[in-house]
T-cell receptor
Framework: AQSVTQLGSHVSVSEGALVLLRCNYS??????LFWYVQYPNQGLQLLLK??????LVKGINGFEAEFKKSETSFHLTKPSAHMSDAAEYFC????????????FGDGTTLTVKP | EAQVTQNPRYLITVTGKKLTVTCSQN?????MSWYRQDPGLGLRQIYY???????DKGDVPEGYKVSRKEKRNFPLILESPSPNQTSLYFC????????????FGPGTRLLVL
């Protein structure tokens, strides 16, 4: 079984400030973890993913995330927010023993203030 | 251009009138999924398919049917839609394996009156 919890359904930051979106997962086997972004009126697109190896993963648009097994976390960060980062962000988990099943968090809406 | 297409993009219907939402991908992906997105509930997987003629239930399959007769197509069927199926629906596809990225369609907004 697998599950994802995103802490904070809404996060607001000022332009230039640090972005931190939180994701915790639960999995009975080693997980694969994903962050997707959804811009208004669009489908989802991949920001970054963790599979194996290096636990700090870099993605598009300056985002990165760190897989911390001991904390069962995969938090998304960006050092300096840009207005164009305003979107909804989803954390997702998949596992090898059921590769077709995908579990998403409830999403976090990021607002960037000028 | 590599893409996942869905039709229709918007649909208003009445309770009980059967409808089909089509999904097609041109990337030769083996895996395909349907999700519904509701405010505060994120994306919930309805059904997924890991190959032609291989489908399985996701977290919220009640009231939906799917079929996978061809690799590129994965239609979602609502035999008797009800108002609680009003939602935003996304189709997604990926290569085989849990590590693979899913590619999402643009979404279908459904209103059941």
């Amino acid at each position: 079984a697998q599950s994802v919890t995103q802490l904070g359904s809404h996060v607001s930051v000022s332009e230039g400030a640090l972005v931190l979106l939180r994701c915790n997962y639960s999995s009975s086997v080693p997980p694969y973890l994903f962050w997707y972004v959804q811009y208004p009126n669009q489908g989802l697109q991949l920001l970054l993913k963790y599979t194996t190896g290096a636990t700090l993963v870099k993605g598009i648009n300056g985002f990165e995330a760190e897989f911390k097994k001991s904390e069962t976390s995969f938090h998304l960060t960006k050092p300096s927010a840009h207005m164009s980062d305003a979107a909804e962000y989803f954390c997702a988990v998949k596992i090898n023993t059921n590769a077709g099943k995908s579990t998403f968090g409830d999403g976090t809406t990021l607002t960037v203030k000028p | 251009e590599a893409q996942v297409t869905q039709n229709p993009r918007y649909l208003i219907t009445v309770t009980g009138k059967k409808l089909t939402v089509t999904c097609s991908q041109n990337m030769n992906h083996e895996y395909m999924s349907w999700y519904r997105q509701d405010p505060g509930l994120g994306l919930r997987q309805i059904y997924y398919s890991m190959n032609v003629e291989v489908t399985d239930k996701g977290d919220v399959p009640e009231g939906y049917k799917v079929s996978r007769k061809e690799k590129r197509n994965f239609p979602l069927i609502l035999e008797s839609p009800s108002p609680n199926q009003t939602s935003l629906y996304f189709c997604a596809s990926s290569y085989r394996g849990a590590v693979e990225t899913q590619y999402f369609g643009p979404g279908t907004r459904l209103l059941v009156l």
